[in-house]
């Protein structure tokens, strides 16, 4: 049996332009053919069992030609499998999406189109400049900035370019901006008509230049403009200055690195501009045995304490717990300590109620709280116990990671208490090469790096390899806490920021504080040498 193929339209750049459609065809893929210039963000949403194959062009350089793409296509179909043919923009808008589906139907092969945001409409949106406005403009066209070498002559007229559409959009169009402007303006289109070149439209990077047709190659060549760019002819290029909202955000031009498992909690950032980029350096995982963690779930009515540190330690052990067949209704009369927010929230999700919560969010915290708090059973009736070892005869577990501090453990068998700490879950290190991440890291196009602990700076190094510390140095880092600062300040780098909480929401709120800061000074500095 035949399998089938989607040409989908990925959008030009932001993530969040990915339609629904594009996305569930996306995740139901066997195999997965793609373009240089996705964000490769989009290529977590893929089921990690699909087949990845590039066929991207960068620098006139083709990995693959259309007719190897065109055979990769229908010799996967033949395999009966579902293929995504994952393009930039929209495949039917100068994509050679025609093509592709053409050579489909010859073969017999069912195929979908689903639409993408293309570039020539988001690239402007983005810089502020409305195709049509009722006062400017009542239709515009989308133009290719070059066409196919092999016709014997151009299909465009320039004479109803020029003066009988009042938006022009240009793709493709930065090396051929000379002969563009020559043509429009040869065949009446005024000189002093606005332009607009948006450079990476809708990305961290995107550059936006105005002119007019007179002057705009100038202007780009003075500022080195390379594609890919849109380039929009016509009187609406005058809203810009009112319109333009993207390049006002406060973190726009900010791509961050996220390192954890998951970028949940780092929204707050990309509602602000920044584009986040996902590199996750751990992987959580179950144990790989679970003996000790059994035999405290077996004796869970002897605790006096749980306490959990995480959200993975909250999930890992009540997967066991229920796994076992037990009952919630076991752990009634037993206090439970979270560390963090997040850690209370995932503990009350099992309708249980969180009886304390440090105030600092590592084991010293914890420390201090319990110390306060004089330890004991007698806690339960009120009264606290004033003695050398006040937590003699009380019984804590701390469901934990395979590697974490012994500081809090040691403390408590130090004050008289007994701990069991079964390892509940596992941090490891993702089969991950970084290729992507390392260009952009080379190229300066990594604003802040964010790691949530110590596990993920080390394995972030140990996935880059000797170059790991020297891109660092060009980038700032964000450290969840002074635990994984003082990680990092071992390896000779310096943590930038660093929240007075090690919760992630108290991270993202120190990075838009951080660039807010970072944006006044360098506005101060800027009028002084005005």
Known sequence: MKGKVFLVGAGPGDIGLLTIKGLKCLRKADVVVYDFHLNAQVLNYINHRAEFIYAGKRGGHHTLTQEEINAILVQKAKEGKTICRLKGGDPFVFGRGGEEAAALSQEGIAFEVVPGVSSAIAAPAYAGIPLTHRLYSSCFAVIPGYEDPTKKESTLEWSKLATGVGTLVFLMAVKNVDRITHQLIAHGRPPDTPVAVVRWGTRPDQKTI???????????????????AVMIVGEVVKLRDTLSWYEKKPLFGY????????????????????????????????????????????????????????????????????????????????????????????????????????????????????????????????????????????????????????????????????????????????????????????????????????????????????????????????????????????????????????????????????????????????????
């Open 210 to 228: 105005v002119g007019t047709l007179e002057n705009i190659s100038s202007v780009l060549k003075d500022q080195d403009i390379k594609p890919p």
């Open 255 to 530: 791509r961050v690195l996220v390192t954890r498992e998951r970028m949940e909690g780092f929204e707050p950032l990309e509602e602000m501009g920044a584009e986040i980029l996902e590199f996750p350096t751990i992987e959580i995982m179950p144990p790989e045995s679970t003996k000790d963690l059994d035999t405290s779930i077996n004796s869970i009515v002897s605790y006096d304490w749980i306490i959990f540190t995480s959200r993975n330690g909250v999930k890992y052990f009540f997967r066991r717990f229920f796994e076992k067949d037990r009952d919630i209704r076991e752990l009634s009369g037993i206090k439970i300590c979270a560390i963090g927010t997040k850690t209370a929230e995932e503990v009350r999700k099992y309708g249980l109620k969180v009886d304390l919560m440090p105030d600092e969010f590592r084991a010293e915290g914890l420390i201090a709280s319990f110390t306060n708090l004089g330890g004991t059973r007698s806690f339960r009736s009120g009264r606290k116990r004033q003695h050398a070892k006040p937590f003699k005869g009380m019984r804590f577990l701390l469901p934990r990671a395979e590697k974490a501090r012994e500081i809090f453990p040691e403390e408590i068998k130090k004050l008289g208490g007994e701990i069991d700490t079964p390892v509940t879950y596992r941090t490891v290190q993702p089969e991950s090469r970084g290729k992507r991440l390392r260009r952009f890291l080379r190229e300066g196009r990594v604003s802040i790096a964010t790691f949530t602990s110590a596990a993920t700076f080390h394995n972030f190094r140990s996935i880059m390899g000797e170059d790991a510390d020297e891109y660092l140095k060009g980038v700032s880092i964000a450290a969840i806490g002074p635990v994984t600062a003082q990680a990092i300040e071992k390896a000779g780098l310096r943590a930038d920021i660093v929240p007075k909480e090690a919760t992630v929401e108290a991270m993202v709120d120190e990075i838009i504080r951080w660039v807010r800061e970072k944006k006044t000074r360098q506005e101060s500095e800027n009028q002084e040498t005005e």
